[in-house]
């Protein structure tokens, strides 16, 4: 995998879309091709059929309605919506010139910090919701939402949509789904967690069976041998 590029220029993430959910059952259909070495060393199945996922278009539908909101924050600190925001904005911007690692470590920190936990019932009254960087700096947001904002950062830092993919997991210890944002950086995938802050190799984070993962274009469903 090439190395991040720390420049100025923004990839255009709003022109493709995304997603992650901790409760909807994906049903791969016929898979394009099997890797034996996947994720968390699962056997995976990817497709580029994301027709399944019809929540994914409501996301960056409501990512595009919000952008107008973003740049003029950036082009001026007195126009951000809210703190958090001109918190966000500035704090990519300042992590274009940080080495890749660092700026996984910077988003993953920055998010887990940013707000705290809640749950979608608690928050939207309905069992899942997925959150926009700024529905998530207003309300707060549970895991996927996390992963969410993560995956928008690092894409406007330059990480690549190939490098990244937001993972629906099983986390075996407490027995509950969970979604994380996994990375790839020269030759080594990191996970990054909303419930720990160190940046970790996906070798040692061992109390999670993906279930399936997904990236712009991508889907993938995982199965533990």
């Not at 960056?60 to 919506?81: G, H, L, V």
């Not at 300042?94 to 936990?117: G, H, K, M, T, W």
Request: glycine fraction near 4%.
């Amino acid at each position: 995998m090439a190395a991040v590029g720390t420049s100025g220029r923004r990839p255009w993430f709003l022109r493709r879309w995304f997603g992650a959910c901790t409760a909807v059952v994906l049903i791969m259909g016929a898979a394009e091709s099997a890797h034996a070495d996947g994720l968390f060393g699962s056997i995976e199945f990817h497709s580029s059929n994301l027709a399944a996922i019809p929540q994914w278009t409501s996301v960056i539908e409501r990512i595009r309605r919000e952008q107008a909101a973003f740049d003029a924050c950036d082009a001026q600190a007195s126009a951000c919506p809210t703190q958090r925001v001109r918190q966000w904005r500035q704090g990519i911007e300042a992590a274009r010139s940080y080495s890749p690692e660092q700026q996984l470590q910077y988003v993953n920190d920055f998010a887990n910090s940013i707000v705290p936990y809640i749950t979608d019932t608690d928050n939207y009254g309905i069992s899942d919701y997925w959150a926009t960087p700024l529905e998530f700096m207003r309300r707060s947001g549970d895991c996927e939402d996390y992963a969410i904002i993560k995956f928008v950062s690092l894409l406007e830092l330059g990480f690549t949509n190939d490098q990244m993919r937001i993972a629906v997991v099983m986390d075996s210890v407490r027995n509950i789904a969970h979604a994380v944002l996994a990375v790839e950086l020269n030759g080594r995938t990191y996970i990054l967690d909303s419930l720990f802050d160190a940046v970790l190799d996906q070798s040692r984070v061992v109390q999670y069976v993906p279930q399936y993962s997904v990236n712009l274009d991508t889907r993938w469903a995982h199965i533990v041998r």
